[in-house]
């Protein structure tokens, strides 16, 4: 069984910043595509950034320079720097990671942490 937790969530004014982690663990062999979603109130689940196992990165056009994806393979984690925070950025964010374990190559989703930014 793969598990994905998040962590680093929080309230910070707007202007701040905040450091989201994902860690992995279980019977991984190897994982793949590792992403961060991110739902606000009343609204779709969107995309914030991918980050390929290679460290190839794609970002939602509206948070290019603000937010940098990461990742650290030994750990199994993913990490999400959130700088010049607005209150729009209000959401839960979501870790998204394709991994394959020992059997399957499957989908695992962690089970989000809210960011609030204040005004």
């Known amino acids: 069984q793969v598990q994905l937790v998040e962590s680093g969530g929080g309230l910070v004014q707007a202007g701040g910043s905040l450091r989201l982690s994902c860690a992995a663990s279980?019977?991984?062999?190897?994982?793949?595509?590792m992403v961060w979603y991110r739902q606000a109130p009343g609204k779709q689940r969107e995309l914030v950034a991918n980050?390929?196992?290679?460290?190839?990165?794609v970002y939602a056009d509206s948070l290019k320079g603000r937010f940098t994806i990461s990742r650290d393979n030994a750990k199994k984690t993913v990490y999400l720097q959130m700088n010049s925070l607005k209150p729009e950025d209000t959401a839960v964010y979501y870790c998204?990671?394709?991994?394959?374990?020992?059997?399957?190559?499957?989908?695992?989703w962690g089970q989000g942490t809210q960011v609030t930014v204040s005004s």
């Open positions: 980050i390929t196992v290679d460290s190839s990165t």
């Open positions: 279980g019977s991984i062999s190897r994982i793949n595509d």
């Open positions: 998204f990671a394709n991994v394959q374990t020992l059997w399957v190559r499957r989908d695992y």
